[in-house]
């Protein structure tokens, strides 16, 4: 997680709603936790500060490119800024 | 089975099912839906769900126009979280798997989330609030008109909220509130005070506790100890049904004191008069037997009602109370607030040290016309039965003289109009700063009784604000600097041949009542709750003894010794009293 403020609020729900275009089911592992990772709520339960390392599981027929399009998603560091404002 | 801890505001333990109130009064009991609704009930989930989502996307394009995009993103957070597949899913679920009532579901679904971020060591525990704010919109949307609300209660319930205005609580249904806590809140406050009035256990001051439980599961509430309950295990619940059971068979008991006098062993009679704030709680003090009513505090007046209480609205309210007690004394005080709870508008800017500000009979001389309709309404009232003014925290005597001056002034006033009232009312003070019990001598040429209000007298004489937790142990009744100041008191007034007594948590404790008949006292006024004791500890006694309790105790240096020692008499009585 390289975003200075930790996988907050915003780039929660654009991860998401990614996660959400895709048929395959896909999980967030931090830990020992396990999240639904088209759930919101269940991805800020992960509270993941930045630096935390995060593994990102998609099962199912389009898993593959679900991979792609959400590890783009953290390759652009979620469209932030370094210094931008948490929402 | 959680166990809470706050502070114990009003005695009693109940057990009862919990009904909670969020900030905004929402009640959401535990209900479920017939299986034929199933459908009906989840297409007004649907709709709710709906009706906020539409709610948020206004708000969030109106503050995107007048703030910017960066603010409006908190509702982008607010929608993405409504829509959540996961919280969708598990919300039909609850509705159609387990036939939980909409709003149920709700409540309990958010708040388990919101208890998870509460949780977590890190910023996103603040969108536990975010949480909070979906929970009140789906609320609103789901009740819509049929809300309940406090005042619609039918059945007996605990009443769990994150704070209780003294209005709210006064308006509270004796019948089936048992009992209440609140997240916010401390000792002395005026909810507390009310509580107390209503005779119902009350805890303040647990802290956040209100996303652990839900409406109409069980809890016990001990006002005893200040402990909130939740989710109580079989064992805990027979323990305090017991004590549930003993304390009536006590209550039974005391109860046959009632038409009994308040007399010692050896045969000096003692007064014993009630401590009231609502009107309705004569009717408390009547029941248990007391001797007129020593302290009628008549804040609630001001503290009630969203304008400033009418002529009328004050004469209603003494007359109610002077006619119910049959020509016995009722002492009326007039207002002791603080300017911060009042609704004037010439209020004084902040001020850094309320208790040693502008308040009681200092705002009373500095707002005339406001005192002046009190004073006429209690005049009025005078000729109703034997009614008695007394002023709060006199320190000086020019303050006593200008109170007494402004009475005559209305007296006159009233004498033009040829409204009856009794001239020879008699007019009183209370003792509650060091400075008038030192100079008790003076005043106590111009007065007609006193009364000691132990509360502010410890708090002034010790230099300690017994809410404030960090000094709160300092706080002590059984100070020698409090005694000497007790006695020095009660020796003026008897010399003078002027009554004394003593109002303030000190006379309602039966620790102290040997203290306080050995000092010479014959008048205690006490909460309602506390006459069945108090009236039972005189009658277990002989002022002989007391005199001889009182000597030691003024002979002591520090609090603790006194308290150790005031404890082991009063064992020594009870042991008495039982045997």
């Known amino acids: 997680m390289a975003n200075r403020q930790g996988l907050h609020a915003r780039p929660a729900d654009l991860l998401a709603r990614e996660a959400r275009r895709w048929q395959s089911r896909i999980e967030l592992v931090a830990d020992s936790q396990r999240v639904d990772g088209k759930s919101i709520l269940d991805v800020l339960t992960l509270a993941a500060e930045a630096g935390t390392r995060l593994v990102v599981e998609a099962t199912g027929p389009d898993a593959r490119e679900a991979l792609e399009a959400i590890g783009s998603l953290f390759d652009r560091n979620f469209n932030e800024h370094a210094g931008s404002q948490q929402t | 089975m959680l166990k809470l801890q706050g502070i114990a505001v009003s ?83 609850a509705v159609r798997d387990r036939n939980w009532w ?175 704030e609502f009107p309705s709680e004569v009717e408390q003090c009547i029941d248990r037997g007391c001797d007129g009513i020593g302290l009628y505090r008549t804040e609630f007046l001001y503290l009630t009602s969203k304008r400033e209480p009418t002529e009328e609205d004050h004469f209603a309210a003494y007359s109610f109370v002077i006619q119910a007690m049959q020509g016995k004394p009722v002492v009326i005080r007039t207002l002791d607030l603080g300017a911060d709870k009042m609704l004037t508008e010439t209020m004084p800017e902040e001020e850094r040290n309320p208790c040693l500000g502008l308040r009681s009979i200092r705002l009373s001389l500095r707002q005339l016309p406001m005192f002046r309709t009190q004073l006429r309404a209690i005049l009025r009232a005078s000729g109703l039965g034997d009614v008695r003014v007394m002023f709060p925290l006199i320190s000086t005597i020019v303050e006593l003289r200008q109170a007494k001056m402004v009475l005559a002034d209305v007296m006159e006033d009233l004498a033009e109009h040829g409204i009856a009232f009794n001239r020879k009312m008699p007019v009183g003070m209370m003792v509650e700063t060091p400075a008038a019990a030192l100079m008790l001598d003076a005043f106590i040429k111009e007065v007609d009784f006193v009364s000691i209000g132990t509360n502010d007298l410890i708090q002034y004489t010790l230099a300690v604000d017994r809410g404030n937790k960090e000094v709160a142990d300092l706080y002590n009744a059984c100070d020698p600097a409090v005694l000497r100041l007790l006695r020095r008191s009660l020796d003026v007034a008897a010399e003078a041949g002027v009554p004394a007594n003593v109002c303030g948590q000190m006379s309602g404790s039966v620790m102290f009542t040997q203290l306080l008949l050995g000092l010479g006292l014959r008048q205690l006024s006490v909460p309602a709750s506390a006459i069945p004791e108090v009236k039972q500890a005189c009658r277990s006694v002989s002022v002989a003894d007391c005199r001889l309790i009182a000597e030691k105790a003024l002979a002591m240096d520090g609090a603790r010794e006194v308290k150790a020692y005031l404890r082991d008499q009063l064992r020594r009585l009870l042991a008495e009293t039982v045997a």
């Open chain 2, 11 to 93: 005695p009693g333990v109940t057990i009862g099912e919990a009904l909670v109130l969020d900030a905004e009064g929402f009640r959401i009991p535990r209900r479920f839906v017939e299986r034929s609704a199933v459908d009906t009930e989840l297409a007004r989930l649907a709709h709710a769900i709906a009706e906020t989502s539409r709610e948020m996307e206004q708000n969030r394009d109106r503050v995107r126009a007048e703030l910017g995009e960066q603010y409006a993103a908190i509702f982008d957070a607010h929608l993405a979280m409504l829509h959540d597949p996961r919280l969708q899913q598990e919300l039909t679920a």
């Open chain 2, 102 to 276: 909409p709003e149920y579901a709700v409540s309990r679904t958010l708040r388990r989330y919101a208890k998870v971020f509460q949780s977590l060591d890190n910023h996103i525990a603040q969108r536990a609030h975010d949480i909070y704010d979906i929970e009140k919109s789906l609320l609103r949307n789901l009740l819509g008109q049929r809300r309940e609300t406090l005042a619609a209660i039918s059945q007996p319930v605990i009443v769990l909220a994150h704070n209780l205005t003294p209005s709210e609580t006064a308006n509270l249904d004796r019948r089936f509130v048992k009992g209440f806590a609140t997240e916010l809140g401390g000792p002395g406050s005026h909810t507390a005070i009310v509580a107390e009035g209503l005779e119902i256990p009350a805890v303040v001051g647990v802290g956040p506790f209100l996303a652990d439980v839900s409406g109409g599961e069980p809890v016990i509430l001990d006002g005893n100890e200040g402990l909130v309950i939740l989710q109580p295990d079989e064992e805990t619940i027979a323990r305090y049904r017991l004590e549930e059971e003993a304390a009536r068979t006590v209550a039974a008991r005391l109860g046959r004191l009632r038409d009994l006098p308040a007399e010692t062993g050896d045969g000096v009679r003692v007064q014993i008069m009630g401590n009231i």
